[in-house]
């Protein structure tokens, strides 16, 4: 697909390729997210709390050894030259192996401090901080991959490969030795082969040549990734930092039942990460060619569809949220019903208004990005500490979503003023006809109960929301008959 064809016609592009990468994730997210249930069931909210806890210290070493590069990658490799790519492909894979194996090191010289810090085992931290090292391999090798245009490392090995690991292998490991520690050398053992896969993989498709390449080519590439690492911070410590407060401060079984509603609300940000990877390439390559159009055009389309799609999944968590936490997780987790509402309220908002940070990335506006979300995650995390105080679990829910509402509605009216702009009364209306959609869905469950209410609860509700949908104007014909249309038609370059 050229550059030429993104210009002319961005929204088909758009769908088109993100039909693979939604498909993708969304059989990713299928999985991982059964893993996790299975996780929750097996370990218990001990258990999985202690997990989680384990899981937090990786992503927040993994995000600062590896200095913004994974991210940055993606979006320098299709700006750069043809001739450019490898050699700044390989610099980037010398940057992140030496940054990394330092991280690496200097955690093993302080596992105790970890243990100590968030009550859990040290021998639960020792795996989680060797992931370090392979995952952040990967995620380069993947941001890589991503500049070309090429998703299959994307597709199959992030999204599909490591689902399956995290049902085989991390949940295998997990039933067997019912042990956390267990389940954290399993993902080790997971990242690995993956990491392997995929190095192969480009090394095989020529993306990456050493040869030439010096430290300084890394210096360079880790310079321009600084202000994607300060963005990456920030938005990892909305993601993480209230796994990290509630395990400092409370107990592991806290954690685990916190972490029960955050991944029911995952359900709301699978979609928006699919979408902001597919878009960060697309909208520099029209904004590089000065089609400002075509990014509006792309943001305005792809807004209002998120939208669409994520109004539904929050209403079911706020009307019926226990029965979800009862059914998915077991009667130990309706605990997480409280959070799990204010999670699912103000996370939606935020996911949908969260595609302008990626429009700003996309037009040299990374260092607004990075100020504001570095301030926003400094306010989320004393904010966390102070609400978990007074509120328990519920108090760290509202700090996260309030924090991270805050941030992303700046970024969509700082877009505005870029004359790049989208209607931000779809967000209120989806979700209020989402909510209306539910009404009848209530009596069923009075009269029903187990297997038979979720699957007449679905038959009713899907078609009436999609129905008033039509009919409010939100969803319109040309949609679907677009969407058809791509299905249908051969790709052409």
């Known amino acids: 697909m050229t550059v030429e064809s993104l210009t002319e016609r961005p929204l088909e592009t758009v769908a088109r390729a993100g039909l693979i990468v939604l498909l993708s994730s969304s059989i990713a997210y299928a999985l991982k997210f059964i893993a996790r249930i299975l996780l929750a069931r097996i370990l218990g909210p001990q258990g999985f709390g202690e997990f989680s806890t384990g899981m937090a210290i990786y992503t927040f070493l993994s995000l600062f050894a590896g200095l913004g590069i994974p991210v940055a990658v993606t979006k320098l490799i299709p700006a750069s030259r043809a001739e450019e790519r490898k050699r700044i492909a390989a610099a980037s894979l010398i940057a992140v192996t030496m940054s ?6 200097l955690s093993l010289l302080t596992v105790d401090i970890f243990s100590e810090l968030f009550n859990v085992q040290s021998s639960l931290v020792v795996p989680f901080v060797f992931v370090v090292f392979f995952d952040l391999l990967f995620s380069t090798v993947r941001g890589i991959t991503i500049g070309y245009g090429d998703p299959w490392v994307r597709v199959w090995l992030t999204d599909v490969g490591l689902a399956f690991a995290y049902i085989f292998i991390v949940v295998g490991a997990a039933l067997l030795y019912n042990s956390p520690v267990a389940a954290a050398y399993a993902f080790l053992l997971s990242v690995a082969l993956l990491t392997i896969l995929a190095l192969f993989y480009s090394v095989r498709k020529k993306y990456i040549a ?10 360079r590439i880790v310079g321009y990734a600084l202000p994607f690492l300060l963005i990456a911070i920030s938005s990892l410590v909305f993601t993480w930092s209230d796994v990290l407060v509630i395990s400092a401060f409370r107990s592991p079984t806290d954690v685990g039942i916190y972490r029960a509603a955050v991944t029911l609300v995952y359900a709301l940000g699978f979609v928006v990460s699919a979408s ?21 055009d792309v943001y305005g389309d792809v ?6 799609m994520l109004a539904p999944i929050s209403a079911i968590f706020l009307v019926f949220g226990k029965q979800v936490l009862y059914y998915i997780f077991g009667p130990e987790y309706v605990a997480a019903y ?4 204010v999670l699912a309220l103000l996370m939606y908002v935020s996911y949908v208004l ?23 995650a400094i306010v989320n995390i004393v904010l966390d500490v102070l609400f978990l105080q007074f ?15 805050v941030a992303n509605a700046y970024f969509f009216f700082q ?7 989208a209607d931000w009364r779809i967000v209120i209306i989806a979700l209020a006809i989402a909510l209306i959609s539910t009404l009848p869905v209530s009596y069923v469950v009075k009269y029903l109960s187990g297997i038979p209410a979720i699957l007449v609860g679905f038959m009713v509700y899907f078609p009436l929301y999609s129905l008033l949908m039509l009919v409010a104007g939100i969803v319109r014909f040309e949609d679907i008959r677009r969407l058809l249309a791509l299905l249908l038609r051969k790709e052409q370059s």
């Open 276 to 296: 902001t990877v597919l878009l960060l390439p697309t909208l520099s390559a029209l904004y590089a060619r000065g089609n400002l159009q075509g990014v509006c």
């Open 391 to 405: 509120c328990g679990i519920v108090g760290v829910a509202v700090a996260t979503g309030i924090s991270l509402l």
């Open 303 to 308: 807004f209002r569809k998120i939208a669409v």
């Open 354 to 376: 969260s595609l302008s940070a990626s429009v700003l990335v996309a037009i040299d506006q990374e260092r607004l990005i990075s100020k504001v979300m570095l301030l926003a």
């Open 100 to 105: 990394s194996a330092l991280v690496v090191a």
């Open 210 to 219: 050493f040869l030439g390449v010096s430290l300084s080519d890394a210096q």
């Open 415 to 421: 877009l505005g003023r870029h004359k790049i702009h």
């Open 338 to 341: 409280s959070p799990l509402v």
